[in-house]
């Protein structure tokens, strides 16, 4: 009998009605001293598949169970309803058994390893430029496994395939690209509802961020909302954000096989919040096109924002010299910029600070940068340029700096205002006041400063300390007017004017004050165009005087298939009685909705008089027109971009859609059962 024992936990398997088994060895865990073992990279079979085009997967079955447990066989001992038992082969929660396996599946095939397949745990991936030589390789890997008498799942191997899923990713003899299947249920993912569905949606993208162009720009304001103390608010910048990023997941780039004789090109970019590149891999030697090998991106930190504009550059350099090390080392390869001064700011001969750090760490690299100009630079830049005019490009190293005044107010007239100002008079007397504690008074002058006869307010600008202008009430409007209104301001918007104001002057509730003056510029609301779809015009539906007189009927879908393959809803509502019906459909199509709406509502109420929809192609092409003709139906649709005439239906298809979320399963398969009880 054992001196241990551990609880039993029955879990669903994916591929299996069997439930699988699993011991908690939390307690055995604890003070287990761990395994550890060198896992593969996953990144490192992109060296392997250049020029294969035939390829075979195998996957070792119930690889915890083919390894044996020898003098510690007592401490597996689990408790069940019928005795007290202990496994003489490894299970499953065992500290140490993920690296014990593998380490036998590497030992086993420590001879083929990375020279004739790649082995990730008990994932096998056999590659080969033949079908004859991958006979041969799938043989020597068949020896080994029978030699140590460990066993394939059959329905889990694929053999001479000219594509193969493996680790996620789907590779073939053209290159690497995700695993569809994978990409899809990350499409299919409802809007996150908090911070951890923020963070599971971007775990799952972030797998596949080599293959989409400034991912981290794209997931900016994602990542805003999972930072620490942040306020999780969903809008519409945020969905627009995770729409633009399940864009590029669905239609994602073939990532090339490296090929160690091609050349190299490594284009960087940065911008105020992320840096970027791409790895690019040039035939015959030659500048080109080229073909992706991988993208890179990431956000910035706190730190990093604050650094001066070509130091953000130098650091896109570094950072993505680092993520693409395994391809560069030992290898001669270009770097594309679009800032000029890094042509010679990693090459001058007696660099300091920070600089000096960064070339250090670029010394074992064989490089040489070349300068693109920004309009040309398009791939790697992860900013949203402004327009500009390609004949007049200005590549001299110097910012126009802008004036701002307000008005014609002289210093003497600002005196005058601030005298009047209950906050200026509020902070000179803090600043005069004798009776304050040193504390107290080290605090307000480390803030506020009085020069002149003028009050500033100290602050942080770009790394540098600045003195801002204490603006008097009554002449905000006018300092607000100098950064909105000017030639050089543009009118530019709210955040813009702001930006430009808090750099030169101050005030209490800046931003609230740019915003009512903005919002109130003439020229601003004659010339900004209002964006969208215009609303059309509106055709009022007269109230129907009988029960089932007048219908509203809308479909809503695709949504996640059932197993009998039903992927829409049908839903209609009665005006009067807001009695309605949903029926699931197999398709949209306008057969399909004339039939439902025939056999589930006129059959068994009558024929209506009116039926209101929107403007889908199942509701105004001829054949629905045709039946609503045949059947004496007044059809009616609601007005473009205005859901509100159309709103008895889409309220009631909000109202199912939630309840529906509340009581389907994992798999988001059982809608159909549950959707009587949600109408």
């Keep these: 009998m054992s001196p241990w024992a551990s609880p039993v936990i029955l879990v669903p398997k994916r591929d299996s009605d069997k439930p699988r088994m699993v011991i908690d060895y939390r307690k055995l865990n604890a003070v287990t001293i761990p395994l550890v073992y060198p ?25 915890y169970y083919q390894i044996e447990v020898e003098e ?43 020279v004739d397949i790649f082995v990730y745990f008990d994932d096998i991936l056999i590659f080969a430029k033949s079908f004859d030589e991958l006979m041969l390789k799938i043989a020597m890997v068949l020896d080994c496994l029978r030699t140590h008498d460990l066993n394939l799942k059959p329905s889990k191997c694929e053999f001479a395939v000219n594509k193969a899923k493996y ?33 599971s949606i971007l775990g799952m993208a972030s797998f596949y961020r080599k293959f989409i162009n400034d991912f981290a720009a794209i997931t900016e304001l994602l990542i805003k909302l999972i930072r620490k103390n942040a306020i999780f608010n969903w809008a519409g910048e945020q969905e627009a954000a995770l729409q633009t990023l399940k864009k590029r997941l669905i239609s994602p780039p073939v990532l090339a096989h490296f090929d160690p004789n091609a050349m190299l090109e490594l284009r960087t970019d940065a911008c105020g919040y992320a840096i970027g590149g791409v790895l690019l891999q040039h035939e015959n030697n030659e500048l080109n096109e080229g073909r992706v090998l991988q993208f890179m991106s990431r956000s910035l930190n706190k730190c990093e924002r604050n650094y001066s504009p070509i130091e953000k550059e130098a650091l896109a350099v570094i950072w993505c010299i680092g993520k693409s090390r395994h391809f560069l080392q030992g290898k001669k390869f270009i770097i594309t910029t679009d800032a000029h001064s890094l042509c010679w700011l990693l090459n001058i001969k007696d660099p300091n600070g920070r600089i000096a750090r960064w070339t250090l760490r ?76 040193k504390n107290a008074r080290k605090r307000i002058m480390k803030k506020y400063i009085e020069l002149n006869g003028l009050l500033y307010k100290r602050s942080m600008i770009d790394r540098r ?96 298939e059932t197993e009998d393959k039903y992927a829409y809803v049908l839903v209609i509502v009665d005006q009067l009685s807001k009695y309605c019906v949903a029926e699931p459909l197999k398709n949209a199509d306008s057969e399909t909705t004339v039939k439902v709406l025939h056999e589930k509502w006129i059959l068994k109420f009558g024929v209506p008089k009116v039926i209101v929809s929107d403007n889908g192609r199942n509701f105004v092409s001829e054949f629905t027109k045709s039946y609503f003709k045949r059947m004496g139906i007044i059809h009616k649709t609601s007005s473009p971009s205005h859901p509100q005439g159309h709103s008895p239906v889409e309220r009631l298809i909000r109202t199912i859609q939630d309840g529906l979320s509340k009581v389907i399963d994992d798999t988001h398969r059982n809608w159909k059962e549950k959707l009587p009880e949600r109408r």
């Design 39 to 63: 896992i593969i990279n996953i990144e490192d079979f992109l060296f392997l598949l250049n020029g294969s085009a035939i390829f075979a997967v195998m996957d070792v079955f119930s690889m």
């Design 362 to 437: 670029l010394q074992p690299y064989l490089f040489e940068i070349r300068y693109r100009a920004g309009h040309l630079h398009n791939d790697a830049d992860c900013l949203s340029r402004k327009i500009i005019n390609n004949d007049r490009i200005i590549e001299d190293d110097f910012d126009e700096i802008p004036c701002y005044v307000i008005g014609r107010t002289t210093a003497t007239n600002i005196k005058e205002h601030k005298k009047t100002d209950q906050y200026c008079q509020k902070i000179r007397k803090l600043l005069n006041d004798t009776e304050l504690t």
């Design 167 to 199: 680790l996620g990713h789907e590779v073939s003899g053209e290159g690497i690209k995700p695993d569809m299947e994978r990409v899809q249920a990350i499409d299919r993912m409802r809007t996150p509802k908090n911070v951890q569905e923020v963070k």
């Design 72 to 114: 510690d066989k007592s401490k597996t001992a689990f408790v069940t309803p019928t005795g007290h038992y202990e496994f003489n082969r490894m299970s499953f929660g065992l500290q140490g058994a993920p690296a014990t396996s593998a380490k036998a599946v590497s030992t086993i095939l420590a001879d083929l390893i990375n």
């Design 465 to 560: 300390m600045e003195y801002l202008l204490l603006v008097p009430k009554s002449l905000l409007e006018q300092a607000i007017r100098g950064c909105h209104d000017l030639d050089s301001s543009g009118h530019f918007g709210i955040i813009s004017t702001y930006h430009r104001f808090k750099k030169r002057f101050y005030a209490p509730k800046m931003l609230k004050q740019v915003k009512k003056y903005v919002q109130s510029c003439n020229k601003c609301q004659l010339r900004n165009l209002k964006h969208g779809k215009q609303e059309g015009l509106q055709k009022p539906i007269p109230v129907s005087e009988t029960l089932f007189g007048t219908i509203f009927t809308d479909i809503f879908g695709p949504i996640v």
